[in-house]
């Protein structure tokens, strides 16, 4: 099925951006047509790797960052408190890993009473059946392409086949759900990608490893046209 133009989303993760000067090089991505900002969490423990917190996040709403940022946390287990400390900071979409709590239904409802939306992200294997009561909780399902922990890595070809489902999923239920793929997307794989089902793409390096981020992105956007 064609989709709207308005209705695909390119969201760049800062974790590939330059962070000696992390306000300006954000600036810079939104400038050259950016819809929505990436903001990965990791914990050293649920991933192998340690990243950002709600301090940075707040930093960026200082500076001036305006357009809606969404959270992807990386954590185990999640917590109230992050949670509330994300959305105090300025988060407009927090999503989780539904292997990082017991208690999935309840983390959703707790974001979404905070007026943010709400995303579960899906590791490579990762079961679809992990969506099926939660369906009308979600505003967002992300589908790891990779396996969360690192930027840079190639993109998991067998994940087309999942994104396929994930969409045929979406399209037999009767809520408004974004499909956002997350990790090694590029200009070879990007229109297999939408091809699939997609409408929200989370690229980091092939965007922020640019030369010229406002052609980059143009060059993501033109190839949705065909």
């Known amino acids: 099925m064609k989709r709207d133009m308005k209705e695909y989303l390119i969201e760049p993760s800062i974790l590939a951006a330059d962070f000696s000067k992390l306000g300006e090089d954000v600036s810079n991505v939104?400038?050259?047509g950016a819809d929505v900002?990436?903001?990965?969490?990791?914990?050293?423990?649920?991933?192998?790797?340690?990243?950002?917190?709600?301090?940075?996040?707040?930093?960026l709403?200082?500076?001036?960052?305006?357009?809606?940022?969404?959270?992807?946390?990386?954590?185990?287990?999640i917590n109230d408190r992050l949670i509330l400390d994300f959305l105090e900071a300025g988060a407009t979409g927090i999503s989780f890993h539904p292997e990082s709590t017991d208690h999935v239904d309840r983390f959703l409802q707790l974001i979404k009473e905070h007026g943010c939306k709400t995303g579960l992200v899906l590791n490579p294997s990762t079961d679809l059946s992990c969506l099926e009561y939660v369906m009308h909780k979600i505003d967002v399902i992300i589908l790891m392409?990779?396996?969360?922990?690192?930027?840079?890595?190639?993109?998991?070809?067998?994940?087309?086949?999942?994104?396929t489902q994930t969409r045929k999923l979406i399209d037999n239920?009767?809520?408004?759900?974004?499909?956002?793929?997350?990790?090694?997307?590029?200009?070879s794989n990007f229109c297999?990608?939408?091809?699939?089902?997609?409408?929200?793409?989370?690229?980091?390096?092939?965007?922020?490893?640019?030369?010229?981020?406002?052609?980059v992105i143009y060059n993501f956007r033109s190839m949705l046209l065909y």
């Not at 050293?44 to 340690?50: D, G, Q, R, S, T």
């Not at 709403?61 to 287990?77: C, E, F, Q, S, W």
């Not at 239920?173 to 200009?187: E, H, K, S």
Request: with cysteine.
């Open 30 to 32: 939104i400038s050259a």
């Open 37 to 59: 900002l990436h903001f990965d969490v990791m914990d050293n423990h649920y991933v192998p790797n340690l990243s950002i917190g709600p301090m940075v996040l707040k930093s």
């Open 61 to 77: 709403r200082n500076y001036g960052i305006d357009i809606p940022i969404n959270v992807h946390l990386m954590i185990k287990p």
């Open 145 to 163: 392409s990779v396996n969360p922990g690192f930027g840079g890595q190639i993109f998991l070809p067998e994940i087309l086949r999942k994104i």
């Open 173 to 187: 239920n009767p809520y408004d759900i974004n499909l956002a793929v997350d990790g090694g997307i590029n200009m």
């Open 192 to 215: 297999k990608i939408c091809e699939s089902g997609a409408n929200v793409f989370i690229i980091g390096s092939a965007i922020f490893n640019a030369s010229n981020y406002h052609d």
